[in-house]
């Protein structure tokens, strides 16, 4: 799947605000699932942008406003290919395929995998591993204690996906995993700390995904879910939220151990009083290409088929209608696409179509 993507996050202020500083996480990755094409960023009132690689690997963009401003602008465009339709998984054995993964309990019990993975298997800020998670997931465990990691996984999703109800505006940025079961309800950021806990009990390592449904239109935000270590496949994309694996309408922007790591936006600003958000996630969906394979397994006589591997290149930023923009090059697949039409969506009958997760911007005292 081939998808422009566009984020725009405006904050317009009661008062002017005097300085203002920014970072954003908003640069799609490129990995064997995906390769970003091309991506922009247009600040405004105009500012000079520099970027830089977190623990994480994930792309921060950061920027100042150190003058008199009323409005705070951030719009990114991003182009996208996903190696798989919308309507198969994207990491994972198909249905027909046989799940080649350990047993869960064999997994857990492996020290060199726990040394590897250590930081996505101990409590992080918003999945601190407390008591009602910890015994959710022993009843997990006691129901089949032989399941393999990949199934221990798909189910938790699914389980986590009927245990939550999908509510907006019943939990905050800051709410906890105890807090979400105490009150059985979130978003698609509590849907993730939830199912992420779960996995971590039981000796697999889980991490925060941040994204984008690349096949929704038009949305007020962003999307997140959950990637699991599962050899021998790797990381593993899980929506809990929509109670399945993830599929090439994913689009993967960045990764941590949870929200605190990942946050779309996040900055500090003087002045201004406070501050209204508007936000709006555009995507087209430009071409469809189910049988498209990454640069890891080529074959001849498949569709999508790879004509150029990298281009390298460097910061570019110029002057346009008023507003800095960036783009970064870095490194940039081409694909000769062949055209065809959208396969049907991949998605339980009652998942929201885009879930929002928090952005902020906090006035500085």
């Known amino acids: 799947m081939r998808y422009r993507i566009t984020h725009r996050t405006a904050y317009r202020y009661a008062d002017p605000a005097y300085e203002s500083f920014n970072e954003v996480r908003l640069h799609p990755v490129s990995d064997a699932a995906q390769v970003c ?8 009132p105009p500012a000079a942008v520099t970027s830089f690689r977190d623990y994480y690997g994930n792309s921060v963009h950061h920027f100042g406003v150190p003058y008199l401003h009323d409005h705070l602008t951030i719009e990114a465009t991003s182009e996208v290919v ?4 919308v309507d198969r998984p994207a990491t994972v054995p198909a249905a ?24 996505f298997l101990i409590p992080s800020t918003y999945v601190g591993l407390e ?17 393999s990691a990949y199934e221990f996984a798909r189910r938790t999703g699914v389980v986590v996906h009927d245990r939550l109800e ?9 709410s906890t995993v105890a807090e979400v079961l105490a009150g059985g309800s979130g978003v698609c950021q509590d849907f993730a700390h939830l199912l992420i806990a779960l996995c971590r009990h ?3 390592p889980a991490r925060y995904v941040s994204g984008y449904l690349g096949d929704v239109a038009a949305s007020a935000a962003s999307h997140a879910w959950v990637e699991a270590f599962v050899p021998p496949y790797g990381w593993v ?11 090439g309408r994913h689009v993967k922007i960045a990764v941590g151990r949870d929200y605190a790591d990942v946050a779309v936006v996040r900055g500090t600003y003087r002045g201004g009083g406070t501050a209204a958000l508007d936000v709006e996630v555009t995507s087209t969906v430009l071409d469809a290409t189910p049988n498209l394979v990454s640069g890891h397994g080529i074959g001849g006589g498949r569709k999508g088929e790879l004509v150029q591997f990298q281009r390298l290149g460097s910061l570019k930023q ?19 696409l062949p055209a065809s039409d959208v396969p049907p969506q991949l998605e339980a009958p009652d998942a929201p179509r885009q879930q929002p997760q928090q952005q902020q911007q906090s006035p500085l005292v």
């Open 37 to 44: 094409l091309d991506f922009s960023l247009t600040i405004d």
């Open 82 to 85: 996903t190696f798989a339709p």
């Open 96 to 119: 027909d395929e046989p799940d080649r993964s350990p047993p869960l309990m064999e997994l857990a019990a492996d020290p060199a995998l726990a040394d590897d993975h250590a930081e």
């Open 131 to 147: 008591f009602d998670s910890a015994e959710f997931a022993r009843a997990l465990l006691a129901a089949d204690p032989h399941v």
């Open 166 to 174: 999908y509510r907006l505006g019943v939990t905050t940025v800051h």
């Open 202 to 204: 039981a000796g697999l």
């Open 237 to 247: 994309g899980l929506d809990p939220t929509g109670g399945l694996p993830c599929t």
């Open 318 to 336: 110029f002057q346009r209608l008023g507003a800095m923009t960036q783009s970064m090059a870095g490194m940039v697949q081409t694909m000769r």
